[in-house]
């Protein structure tokens, strides 16, 4: 690979740190050529901390890892995209992240999605929510919805209108995102079970 480690005049290019799962940035650090080297041959990451002077590998005090998982380099060669799998938090302060966000696996929208059922769920006195009100039937009531969606995703997937399949696809999974919740689950614990399967 290479590396314009050159181009600021200081032999430093920046390295993003990115978990390898949950693709949340963990922190920004800098690295040499000799660190570079270092992170290839240990497989764990090393930086040139510019106020020891030194290489400095990330754990190196704490435990706490960054295990390599894949480098990559931007398209001007003077940016590294490094992809680990952490060990505990990344951040000196005890954070997962430098930015003192919590490192979850998130899933876009469908994690706000999963935030506004929660919130439903805490709050079923809310009488204009309709997933509030199918937490208040109950479980019973949750499952069975899930069973009709199921039955019309069937129906018009042996149909030719492609909207309503999409559409009875997006109510399915809007249901079985209640159902999840209804038994004290969430999306991840699905995914969790997916990937021990590979």
Not at 177 to 189: E, P
Request: a negative charge; one cysteine or more; aromatic letters at 8%.
């Amino acid at each position: 690979m290479e590396i314009n480690f050159n181009k600021n005049n200081d032999g430093l290019v920046p390295a993003i740190i990115q978990d390898a799962t949950t693709k949340n940035v963990l922190m920004l650090g800098y690295m040499n050529a000799d660190a570079y080297q270092k992170t290839l041959d240990t497989k764990k990451v090393t930086f040139f901390s510019r106020t020891k002077n030194r290489l400095w590998t990330k754990g190196e005090e704490s435990g706490n890892f960054l295990n390599l998982v894949e480098i990559k380099n931007d398209c001007d060669k003077d940016t590294l995209l490094i992809t680990v799998d952490p060990v505990g938090p990344t951040c000196h302060k005890g954070s997962d992240t430098c930015w003192n966000e919590s490192n979850e696996q998130s899933f876009g929208f469908l994690t706000k999605l999963e935030n506004t059922i929660q919130n439903r769920k805490e709050n079923q006195d809310d009488e204009k929510s309709y997933v509030a009100s199918l937490f208040r039937k109950g479980i019973n009531k949750v499952a069975q919805k899930v069973g009709e969606e199921a039955v019309e995703v069937v129906i018009e997937a042996k149909d030719d209108n492609e909207k309503l399949f999409l559409d009875e696809s997006a109510d399915l999974l809007f249901h079985y995102l209640i159902l999840l919740q209804a038994k004290g689950y969430k999306l991840n614990d699905i995914v969790e079970v997916l990937k021990s399967r590979e």
